[in-house]
């Protein structure tokens, strides 16, 4: 029987690592891809995202090659009439799954830690080469297209030559909604901050600023803080962007934001109650209170979230096992592409809906965080009442 289950994991772990590095550097040359076309990147600053696509790549790549792999020895097997044969020997064919679901089981736990990884550290690190490689994607889509949009930032020229832009207009919104600005001039030209971080646009001669024309023979300069533009600042981090060890102490501080904007609150109640100035209940002075304690409430129900979420998703290659191992049994054919699409079929129909409707359910407040767990359970459900089937047959 140890012989047995040896050779059933040995061609498990064939086919996953082979599938493995074929299916991630398929996903991995589509995300270069996206990012070459969307951001205009160069060769430079995309062979710098490589360490950070990776993971990415992978995060995707891992459940489906375990279902592939999966279906594939099972599907050989049974269309060998070993599992029938096996069975005639007494061996249960959940002891042949075993070694498989042992295998889905610790795969599950590495997938959790890669989508810790991709999500904060991959992100984070592909967002960093881009704001760094700014200056030369700016440059490239206003030679090719005299316009550029990203963020807050959009610029308009008229000609580019060299590094002079001519007749340029440049707009900047910041992300925390500050005021925008926009001048407009004869030429500019643009550099980066030593530190990368910053944008700085000299404009030459005569230019527009606003609706004010102001003749100054003198450059002027303006900074584009790109942290604030792109929405990359450290206040503006989305929740997903945190890797599992910070959410913690994010949570704490979200904690303790709010039991500041409730003191504010307390306090502006007692000084309208003590002086009789209930304007500061009014709507103007209350509102803005309000919006603060609903987007705290907001991100600590999103950071409370993500554990659950990423917890779910790297138990997705155990959850796919157990209906892979099943179906590739049941159809006692060798090709294991049918055996892989029949069970991808009620996937991509049922886990993947659920969970974005869970997601969305959690985030909202209308149900707590662990029902990012009801697609697993479903899978899972399934494939032990179709595994008993195969035993019972």
């Not at 503006?236 to 890797?243: D, E, G, I, K």
């Not at 979200?254 to 500041?260: D, G």
């Not at 129909?349 to 909202?364: E, H, I, T």
Request: glycine residues 8%; charged residues 20%.
């Amino acid at each position: 029987m140890k012989k047995l289950q040896r050779y059933v994991l040995f061609e498990l772990l064939q086919v996953f690592l082979l599938t493995l590095a074929g299916l991630t550097a398929l996903i991995f040359v589509a995300l270069v891809g996206r990012e070459a076309v969307q951001k205009g990147l160069g060769l430079g600053p995309l062979l710098r995202m490589t360490p950070y696509l990776l993971p990415q790549a992978m995060q995707f790549a891992v459940p489906g090659t375990m279902l592939l792999a999966t279906t594939s020895v099972y599907g050989r097997l049974s269309a060998a009439n070993e599992v029938i044969a096996a069975k005639a020997l007494g061996i249960s064919p959940w002891r042949l799954a075993q070694p498989t679901l042992v295998l889905a089981l610790l795969t599950s736990f590495g997938a959790v830690a890669l989508n810790d990884l991709a999500v904060s550290w991959g992100r984070l690190g592909v967002q960093r080469v881009f704001v760094e490689s700014l200056e030369q994607v700016i440059y490239r889509q206003l030679a090719l297209h005299r316009s550029y949009a990203e963020g807050g930032v959009q610029i308009n020229v008229k000609k580019v030559d060299g590094r002079r832009l001519l007749m340029p207009t440049v707009t900047v919104q910041s992300s925390d909604g500050g005021e925008p600005w926009t001048i407009s001039s004869a030429s500019a030209e643009l550099r980066s901050s030593p530190d990368r971080r910053k944008i700085v646009v000299r404009f030459d001669g005569i230019h527009v600023e606003g609706d004010v024309s102001i003749a100054n023979k003198e450059a002027v300069e303006r900074e584009i803080d790109l942290a604030e533009v792109l929405g990359a600042a450290e206040g503006s981090r989305s929740p997903s962007n945190y890797a599992l060890g910070e959410i913690d102490r994010e949570l704490r501080e979200v904690a303790r934001q709010q039991a500041e904007v409730r003191h504010e609150q307390a306090t502006e109640r007692t000084l309208a109650m003590t002086t009789g100035d209930f304007d500061r209940l009014g709507p103007d002075a209350w509102a803005p209170l309000e919006r603060r304690l609903r987007a705290h409430e907001r991100h600590s129900r999103r950071l409370a979230l993500e554990p659950y979420r990423r917890w779910a998703n790297g138990f997705s290659c155990l959850a796919f096992v157990t209906i892979g191992v099943p179906m590739a049994i049941w159809r006692q054919k060798g090709e294991f592409l049918a055996s892989f699409f029949l069970c991808f079929a009620p996937i991509l129909l049922a886990y993947y809906p659920l969970l974005m409707v869970s997601v969305d359910a959690a985030k909202a407040g209308e149900l707590p965080p662990l029902v990012v767990w009801v697609g697993n359970a479903v899978l899972a459900a399934w494939g032990v009442w179709m595994m008993r089937r195969v035993v019972r047959n």
